[in-house]
């Protein structure tokens, strides 16, 4: 495939975060090159960059060798599944993007001498015995649990990406992404915000596991793509932790979900999963002093933002 003024590659490019990256970077003037094999993503995600001359979007999985001509100037890598209901059913294509995957792109990288941002996660920490979260935690996971094929997908690649520093000298950088919500995300996601504003939207209780009082520290999206696009046009390897350090219970999050929808639900409680973090909330002091970012959008307007993505979704859903 031959490409024009140094395009920028997202990896996952059609998918929830990825599409907003994209849109980010062409907003910023660059050309950018979508990859994705549509297995969680969506075309309808990027339909509105389509027209675009400095847009493309490429079907194609990088668990197989990708070759451009020409220049690559950033690779942000970005392709996996990461939500709950993906761990039990795409458990093997979760393990093998974050390992062959990472690896082809790795390689594509190295071979451009391009930038490359991998999307990390705080589920490297698992269900963390330190808090708030520094980089410098090594986690409690479970190697061998129900989240493990991401938990560990994750590892190997934070691992790998920092052996082809050392031993290629590649240019590389890694983000540690902590629950991101907002526009595009799947209603089927099983991630706690789309199913309390599915939930909400259509007068079922909201499905909330446990007693609620595990935490959770939600960003919005266009904090966190513009994080990302800051560890990606700096010098720093990372880890970098981003996310948004306002840490609120579950229960909190259904109550402010009914609040703002004006639904009439109520809160129905299930056993806990097994492995579930009981608190999540990043030490962001890295992200500060090194990028000069932290989050602007408090949890209250992100919401206000999001659900009239859903309300859409259920308006075409009949």
């Known amino acids: 495939m031959l490409l024009a003024s140094d395009p920028t590659v997202v990896t996952g490019g059609a ?19 979508a990859v994705d094999n549509f297995v969680t993503g969506r075309e309808a995600n990027v339909a509105h960059l389509l027209a675009r001359p400095e847009f493309a979007l490429l079907e194609h999985d990088v668990c197989e060798p990708l ?3 020409g220049a690559v100037g950033m690779i942000l890598h970005l392709a996996s599944p990461a939500s709950p209901v993906d761990f039990s059913r795409l458990g093997l294509e979760i393990l093998r993007v974050n390992s062959a995957g990472t690896w082809n792109m790795l390689d594509l990288a190295s071979a451009k001498g391009a930038r490359f941002l991998l999307a990390s996660t705080s589920e ?3 269900d ?4 708030p979260q ?3 935690y090594r986690g409690n996971v479970n190697p061998i649990g129900p989240r493990a094929v991401y938990d560990e997908g994750k590892r190997f690649s934070e691992a790998l990406t920092v052996a082809c520093r050392n031993f290629r000298g590649a240019n590389v950088g890694i983000a540690r992404i902590f629950n991101t919500y907002g526009p595009r995300m799947r209603a089927d996601d099983g991630r706690v915000i789309p199913n309390f504003i599915r939930q909400a939207l259509a007068g079922e209780p909201l499905t909330v596991y446990g007693d609620g009082k595990q935490t959770r520290s939600f960003c919005y999206v266009d904090d966190m793509v513009r994080g990302l696009l800051a560890l990606a046009e700096s010098s720093e390897t990372g880890p970098v932790n981003l996310g948004n350090p306002d840490e609120l219970t579950v229960l909190e999050a259904a109550k402010l979900v009914i609040e703002i929808t004006g639904s009439a639900s109520e809160i129905a409680h299930r056993p806990i ?4 973090p009981r608190r999540r909330q990043p030490d962001i002091t890295r992200a500060r002093q090194l990028l000069g970012w932290e989050p602007k959008v408090s949890f209250r307007e992100g919401l206000v933002n999001t659900i009239p993505y859903f309300e859409r979704l259920a308006a075409e859903a009949g």
């Open 15 to 33: 998918g929830f975060l990825g599409s907003h990256v994209c849109e980010e970077l062409l907003r910023r003037g660059r050309h950018v090159v």
């Open 67 to 69: 070759t451009f001509d």
């Open 124 to 126: 490297v920490y698992g």
């Open 128 to 131: 963390p015995l330190e808090h």
């Open 134 to 136: 520094r980089e410098e």
């Open 273 to 276: 999963a097994a492995d579930d």
